[in-house]
């Protein structure tokens, strides 16, 4: 089962950074995807970025060119952390932050298992 750990949020004020970082463990999968979430008090959880084991980025286009999320699996292959380092950020950027792992099995269903959230806090 993969466990992800979730830190790095924040108060900042607008037009600061930010780094979050998600660290998932007990990976046993070769092709899977990482991606964070946002959701907002009232709101819908909402995309934000991706990143799949190959290294192809996606982005949401509330966050292109502000965003960019990389990853670092090179320590151990059970474990892979992926970094969401905001910047230029944003007062309707505060929200709660879900890092999410992705896999989809060869029955083709799909795993996923989410963090706990960390939260961002943009004050203007």
């Known amino acids: 089962q993969v466990q992800l750990v979730e830190s790095g949020g924040g108060s900042v004020q607008a037009g600061g950074s930010l780094r979050l970082s998600c660290t998932a463990s007990?990976?046993?999968?070769?092709?899977?995807?990482m991606s964070w979430y946002r959701q907002a008090p009232g709101q819908e959880r909402d995309f934000v970025s991706a990143?799949?084991?190959?290294?192809?980025?996606?982005?949401?286009?509330s966050v292109m060119g502000r965003v960019t999320i990389s990853q670092d699996n090179s320590q151990d292959n059970a474990k892979n952390t992926v970094y969401l380092q905001m910047n230029s950020l944003k007062p309707e950027d505060t929200a709660m932050y879900y890092c999410?792992?992705?896999?989809?099995?060869?029955?083709?269903?799909?795993?996923?298992?989410w963090g706990q959230g960390t939260q961002v806090t943009v004050s203007s």
């Open positions: 007990g990976i046993r999968f070769n092709n899977y995807d």
């Open positions: 999410k792992f992705h896999f989809t099995t060869v029955y083709r269903t799909d795993y996923n298992a």
């Open positions: 990143i799949d084991s190959d290294g192809r980025t996606s982005y949401a286009d």
